[in-house]
């Protein structure tokens, strides 16, 4: 089975404080997603990545950055968080190509503070 | 630009009672309509990919059906471990435009 790791479930963060989180897949996946999700908003793609140290910016992808310097992790960092980065954050792992299905993390929930 | 609207936001039903979801979609070219599952707390869990319009999947009881504007999810006799939140998605590209879900209650 396809499994793909957040490194935390809840963290609670001050504002301005830099945050990362982690993500970690071991199937060998050549793309990775951040999403958050938000109520009444859905999931929203905040950057993706197709290859090693490529990133794509997603739909709202302002206030964050990430790094991919290996194949299996995607890290997502909040520069200096705000408290409308308050939100569920929810890692996804895809085989390479276009259209595949997306596999999920079990979420990080980010409250700042 | 590829849209996704997911109705009705909130379904309640009674143990037994069959019912569907919708998700209407405008996109420019289809290259794949999912439906995902998604508990409190937890990711969202793949069930089904469409792909053209007339295809149809089935698992437990749950059936995904596609047409050109749209697609339904029909719960069949649902049972209270149905209650989830379900979300459709469109593949544009390489990543997944999602709409906002329906959440579904089934109570005993």
């Known amino acids: 089975d396809v499994k793909v790791t957040q490194s935390s479930r809840y963290l609670v963060k001050r504002t301005g404080e830099k945050v990362f989180l982690e993500c970690v897949q071991d199937?060998?996946?050549?793309?990775m997603f951040w999403y958050r999700q938000d109520p009444g908003l859905g999931l929203r793609l905040i950057y993706f990545?197709?290859?090693?140290?490529?990133?794509e910016k997603g739909d709202i992808p302002e206030g964050y950055s990430v790094s991919r310097e290996k194949k299996e992790r995607f890290s997502l960092i909040l520069e200096s968080a705000s408290t409308n980065q308050t939100s569920m954050y929810l890692c996804a792992s895809s085989t390479s190509g276009r259209g595949g299905e997306l596999f999920f993390g079990e979420g990080s929930r980010l409250t700042v503070l | 630009e590829d849209q996704v609207t997911q109705s009705p936001e909130a379904l309640r039903l009674q143990e037994g009672e069959s019912s569907s979801l919708n998700c209407s979609y405008t996109v420019s070219g289809l290259r794949g309509l999912f439906w995902y599952r998604q508990d409190p707390g937890k990711g969202p869990e793949f069930l089904f990919t469409l792909y053209s319009a007339g295809e149809e999947k089935e698992k437990e009881r749950l059936k995904a059906t596609l047409t050109k504007k749209e697609s339904f999810l029909h719960i069949t006799a649902p049972k209270p471990e149905d209650s989830a939140t379900y979300l459709c998605?469109?593949?544009?590209?390489?990543?997944?435009?999602f709409g906002a879900g329906t959440t579904v209650t089934v109570r005993a």
């Open positions: 998605a469109l593949s544009n590209d390489y990543k997944l435009s």
């Open positions: 199937m060998d996946h050549e793309n």
């Open positions: 990545s197709y290859d090693v140290k490529m990133k």
